[in-house]
């Protein structure tokens, strides 16, 4: 079957899916008979202890089929596994004064070019020195719609994707980019370096991306448990053993470009968990975003915004034009 241009069909979740607090598993033969506890130290995406998972258990915040369960509760396959992380989790989370590259900002909303390596919001494993903890103390002023562990935040991007973000001022704000991110009109183009020479100078990549049912902690192209994901691609240069993509989302999911591109056989250089490494010294995949563009929440006039590509692309750029 071609991987290009494919159309699943599949129905589009309510809101927008990168920022929810709930995550949720359904549990394959594999996995059963497994204790609840291990099974979501395995699963969960960030690095976390046992004991963590045991103390959500024990607070009422892990459920099976909609039940609360121990933590010695043996998995049954089938069985559909909630977690609904506390807010509490980050504790003391404080404003730092973390450096930041502003794009634009007024007193509706912020564009930052976030750095490659910076967390976007506070999570287990990373309580601290995110753009959250950065933007508390630069605007002092953030939504609170996502609480307040995710003040101002809309949307994100990968700790290791570089560029443009944006968050929030105030409540109305919020509301109103988050229903642009939901009708897919907000403008997001990336740039990125893949692995291979792609046999189409354009092209759209319409696949459902789940849970890897192999491994929890990543994403794959699957029909079970997914969601619609859509991504659009032109080539803006070859070189043989690489090429150089723009990239453009129509939806957001996790890991969207990097699962996409994986699936069409041409993965981001430089991702450690999708890829592999091509002999580059980047630290993490070569992914930027470079575009963004949404209508202003009270203005109602179209912005758009553009980040050059970061040094450390250049330079594998660079070093792909000279051989």
């Given amino acids: 079957m071609n991987k290009l241009n494919k159309d699943v069909n599949q129905p589009e979740a309510a809101g927008y899916e990168e920022e929810k607090d709930v995550t949720e598993w359904t549990v394959t033969g594999e996995n059963a008979r497994e204790r609840i506890d291990k099974y979501i130290t395995e699963a969960w995406e960030e690095n976390i202890s046992r004991s963590q998972v045991q103390l959500w258990i024990s607070g009422g915040h892990v459920t099976v089929n909609g039940e609360q369960v121990k933590a010695n509760y043996k998995l049954f396959e089938g069985d559909i596994v909630t977690v609904t992380v506390p807010e509490t989790e980050v504790t003391d989370l404080v404003a730092e004064n973390i450096p930041l590259e502003i794009v634009y900002e007024d007193s509706d909303v912020i564009v930052v070019n976030k750095k490659r390596g910076m967390v976007v919001h506070p999570a287990v494993g990373h309580p601290s020195g995110t753009l959250v903890n950065a933007l508390m103390y630069h605007c002092k002023d953030l939504s609170g719609i996502n609480g307040e562990i995710r003040p101002g935040i809309v949307h ?8 443009l973000i944006m968050a929030a001022k105030n409540d109305a704000s919020h509301a109103s980019l988050a229903a642009q991110l939901k009708e897919h009109s907000v403008t997001r183009r990336y740039i990125a370096i893949v692995q ?3 046999s189409h100078d354009k092209g759209t990549v319409d696949a459902p991306i789940g849970r890897d049912p192999q491994d929890r902690k990543l994403y794959v192209v699957t029909q079970k448990n997914s969601k619609k994901s859509v991504t659009h691609f032109t080539v803006l240069e ?3 053993d690489c090429t150089l993509v723009e990239l453009q989302l129509e939806t957001g999911r996790t890991h969207q470009i990097r699962v996409h591109m994986k699936f069409i056989g041409h993965p981001l250089v430089g991702d450690p968990i999708y890829g592999r ?3 580059t010294t980047m630290e993490g995949q070569a992914l930027h975003a470079a575009v963004l563009g949404f209508v ?10 553009s980040a050059p590509i970061p040094a450390d692309m250049e330079d594998v750029l660079f070093t792909l034009r000279s051989r």
């Fill in 156 to 163: 994100r991007i990968d700790k290791d994707t570089s560029g």
């Fill in 196 to 198: 291979g020479n792609l």
């Fill in 238 to 240: 070859r070189f043989g």
């Fill in 277 to 279: 490494s091509k002999g």
């Fill in 296 to 305: 202003h929440p009270s203005s109602g006039e179209y912005l758009e915004f």
